[in-house]
């Protein structure tokens, strides 16, 4: 069983900064890959950013040069830095983590992030 626990949302005005915290636990070690999405209201599910076992990452258009993310090996954590939000940055962002490139996806219950203009 793997438990995937995010925390950090919240409300900001436009400009300003908001960091994302996410920490899967239970039976894995070290998950192959983990990262965050984010849905929009009224919108489709769109990939915000990823990371690797290896340290590689990956960003989505929208987020480039604005969020950061890092991870925390020895706790299984992943951070979301956003820095410069806008208004379209307001969704509610997934965190999930892949114990394997080829096992299933678990995924947390979201965290509501509001940008107000």
């Known amino acids: 069983q793997v438990k995937i626990v995010e925390s950090g949302g919240g409300t900001v005005q436009s400009g300003g900064s908001l960091r994302l915290s996410c920490t899967a636990s239970?039976?894995?070690?070290?998950?192959?890959?983990m990262g965050w999405y984010r849905r929009p209201p009224g919108k489709e599910r769109e990939r915000v950013a990823l990371?690797?076992?290896?340290?590689?990452?990956n960003y989505g258009d929208s987020v480039k040069g604005r969020f950061t993310i890092s991870r925390d090996y020895a706790n299984n954590t992943v951070h979301l830095q956003m820095n410069s939000l806008k208004s379209e940055d307001t969704a509610v962002y997934y965190c999930?983590?892949?114990?394997?490139?080829?096992?299933?996806?678990?995924w947390g219950q979201g965290a509501q992030v509001t940008v107000s203009s």
């Open positions: 999930f983590a892949d114990p394997t490139e080829f096992s299933h996806r678990y």
């Open positions: 990371i690797w076992s290896h340290g590689d990452t």
């Open positions: 239970g039976t894995l070690s070290s998950p192959f890959e």
